[in-house]
């Protein structure tokens, strides 16, 4: 094996176990529900979620970002087409997407290689750690 070309794990096949999977479809659909209409992203929920349902390990992290990602675009559809109810402009302020936005994105990529490099067990730790603060607040 070619020690410049990164080696990649895969995770659980697809439909091992139906019943898990089902579940967490389920989980995932009302967690994102619920998270839309909270107006949060969901990954502090869906990350564990997928940890310990789908038993995904670091391959939960992913997942939900394209769990996210498919619920932003939802969204967006949706609420682009609003208007604000006090002020005559659309309901989605573009401006402050366009500050926030860029290091959303760093921080992804930073976020991303750590958790390529980082063993499993750190990655799940931090998470951990990172939950819990964000309880405590």
């Known amino acids: 094996m070619d020690p410049r070309v990164p080696s990649y794990e895969s995770a ?3 439909f091992a176990d139906p019943t898990r999977d089902l579940l967490g479809s389920l989980c995932a659909f009302l967690t994102v529900t619920v998270a839309s209409i909270g107006g949060i992203g969901g990954g502090g929920l869906l990350v564990p979620l997928y940890m310990m349902v789908l038993q995904l390990g670091r391959f939960a992290i992913p ?28 309901v ?17 990529v930073a976020g991303v290689l750590l958790n390529t490099i980082l063993p499993e067990w750190l990655v799940t730790s931090l998470l951990v750690l990172l939950l819990f603060y964000t309880c405590e607040m």
Do not use: W
């Open 92 to 108: 989605i302020a573009y401006n402050v997407a366009v500050v926030f936005e860029p290091m959303t994105l760093a921080g992804t």
């Open 63 to 90: 997942l939900s970002k394209a769990t996210i990602c498919g619920a932003a675009l939802a969204n967006f559809a949706i609420q682009s087409r609003r208007r604000h109810p006090l002020a005559d402009r659309p």
């Open 12 to 14: 659980a096949p697809l």
